[in-house]
């Protein structure tokens, strides 16, 4: 994390890890530990936790864990807390844990990073871990392998990217100028995402490319989405049940579907 520039009361740079589930830690003790540097002399850093409920705001917590300074060599750093119950809470169904981990803060920001200091430096961090019990262990991954840390990734989040030529997938024509596909996420997501798209498009059939005036999802849901083309007019039609393929016409173009909390 790069913080440049900062300056004045209300300047602060954090960054936010949500859990999901308020339920997720309970009133015992939990040990927060990570390895931070900076590069250039020394730099204060604190984290905090946040319980969101979910219902409107009313009940919502923070509390503050620790504060460190940091200094250009790696340093492993810890703090133990336990977090404010939420017995009697009405908890919905979007309810989180907000760990926040803040770099700079300016005067008017001090009472909830824990320290007035507006720092242009840069920041290291690796090995954040948050376990229960009262002693930091060894960092180790919660999944037990690269590709089951990326499909709990995926369920929060999924992009495809292209770059020119390269296929998305293949549509039908149902009428002679638009096309219905299906696309199928990796995992199934937490929520029905929003999906989102970049770039030129064009379909390709018989050797001939037709530009896409319309590229869009339908009916999305948690296990995937309908793909739905419609030509450029006066490029060119397909005929009913012809099946084409959705390529990347140039540069770099993407479809995502994020379900954040």
Not at 228 to 243: E, H, Y
Request: proline share 2%.
């Amino acid at each position: 994390i790069v913080t440049s520039g900062q300056s004045g009361t209300s300047a602060f740079s954090a960054f936010l890890h949500k859990m999901e589930d308020v339920r997720v830690l309970t009133n015992k003790p939990y040990t927060l530990s990570f390895y931070a540097r900076v590069g250039s002399g020394t730099a204060t850093i604190s984290a905090d936790l946040g319980q969101a409920f979910d219902n409107g705001g009313t009940g919502d917590t923070r509390m503050k864990i620790a504060t460190w300074t940091a200094t250009t060599s790696w340093q492993r750093f810890s703090a133990t807390f336990t977090p404010q119950s939420i017995a009697g809470k009405t908890i919905g169904a979007n309810s989180m844990v907000n760990l926040i981990m803040w770099q700079s803060s300016g005067s008017t920001i001090a009472g909830l990073s824990g320290f007035d200091a507006v720092q242009n430096n840069t920041f290291d961090y690796w090995g954040v871990q948050l376990e229960e019990g009262q002693l930091p262990t060894s960092f180790r991954r919660m999944s037990p392998s690269i590709q089951a840390e990326l499909a709990a990734c995926q369920r929060y989040f999924w992009r495809w990217n292209g770059i020119a030529g390269d296929s998305l997938a293949s549509v039908n024509f149902w009428i002679t100028d638009r096309a219905w596909g299906a696309m199928t996420f990796p995992v199934t997501m937490r929520a029905t995402p929003s999906i989102n798209w970049s770039g030129t498009w064009h379909v390709l059939a018989a050797n001939s490319n037709m530009l896409l005036s319309s590229v869009g999802a339908a009916n999305s849901t948690v296990n995937g989405f309908g793909l739905d083309v419609q030509t450029s007019g006066g490029i060119g039609t397909m005929n009913i049940g012809g099946t084409v393929r959705v390529n990347v016409v140039s540069g770099t173009s993407y479809v995502q579907a994020t379900a954040e909390l």
